[in-house]
């Protein structure tokens, strides 16, 4: 069980193009989901926070205008990389949670971004 | 910033137990000691967590120091399928896991 899905697992696109990556709680509710972007030989940094129903929230640094969170239902969140750049290539990885106090987050199993 | 402190790598033998420490000496009371690992390319993948008691699962073995300064995760038979790199992370309850650079575990033939 806990299975995180992502789609799509890699896409290509070119630069002033939007991006929508999906993230999907197969056989369990999310209430907090939580997207990350890792470069090259670095760590994962937290990207935002969303909690379903509510808006999203960013950590500093991050644009909230660039990067669009929706969390519509307790099985689905998506991303969305406004006007894409070159420098917005990536691995964006998303997690989920259940409500369950300390309960472990599950993570999906990354989205490749390339902008040309 | 990482409430933790890992070596930058590690090696193994296959089929040995590889021992990851980390230390955590700002723990506080109600902070779990987690561990994840990811493998080149792919999510992170969950293995173990624990608040003071020693932990094991099919996957690892969780050791926690009395005073919950450090801790040891085991990986009892290394494979070569365990070569990832290994986060040790602590947190309260409700707080978001924040990912430090982790130990990279490379397991040797």
């Known amino acids: 069980g806990a299975v995180v899905s992502q789609h799509p697992s890699w896409v290509i696109c070119k630069s002033g193009t939007s991006v929508k990556i999906e993230c999907r709680s197969l056989?369990?509710?999310?209430?907090?989901m939580f997207w990350y972007r890792q470069f090259p030989k670095q760590s994962l940094m937290l990207m935002a926070t969303?909690?379903?129903?509510?808006?999203?929230?960013?950590e500093q640094g991050v644009e909230k205008d660039k990067f669009l969170i929706n969390h519509a239902s307790l099985t689905l969140s998506t991303l969305t990389v406004t006007s894409a750049h070159p420098e917005d290539s990536s691995f964006y990885i998303c997690s989920a949670r259940t409500g369950t106090w300390y309960n472990e987050q599950f993570f999906g199993p990354g989205t490749r971004l390339t902008v040309l | 910033d990482a409430k933790t402190t890992q070596p930058t790598s590690m090696d193994c033998a296959e089929g040995r137990a590889a021992n990851l420490p980390c230390n955590h000496s700002?723990?506080?009371?109600?902070?779990?000691v987690y561990w994840y690992r990811q493998i080149h390319s792919q999510g992170p993948q969950y293995i173990i967590h624990?608040?003071?008691n020693n932990e094991t699962n099919e996957m690892a073995s969780l050791i926690i120091t009395e005073d919950r300064k450090s801790s040891t995760l085991i990986l009892p038979h290394a494979t070569l399928r365990d070569t990832a790199v290994y986060y040790c992370?602590?947190?309260?309850?409700?707080?978001?896991?924040?990912f430090g650079k982790g130990t990279k575990l490379t397991v040797n033939p």
């Open positions: 700002t723990i506080s009371g109600n902070e779990y």
């Open positions: 056989d369990f509710q999310a209430t907090t």
């Open positions: 992370i602590v947190k309260g309850g409700s707080e978001k896991l924040v």
């Open positions: 624990g608040l003071k």
């Open positions: 969303s909690n379903e129903g509510s808006k999203a929230t960013y």
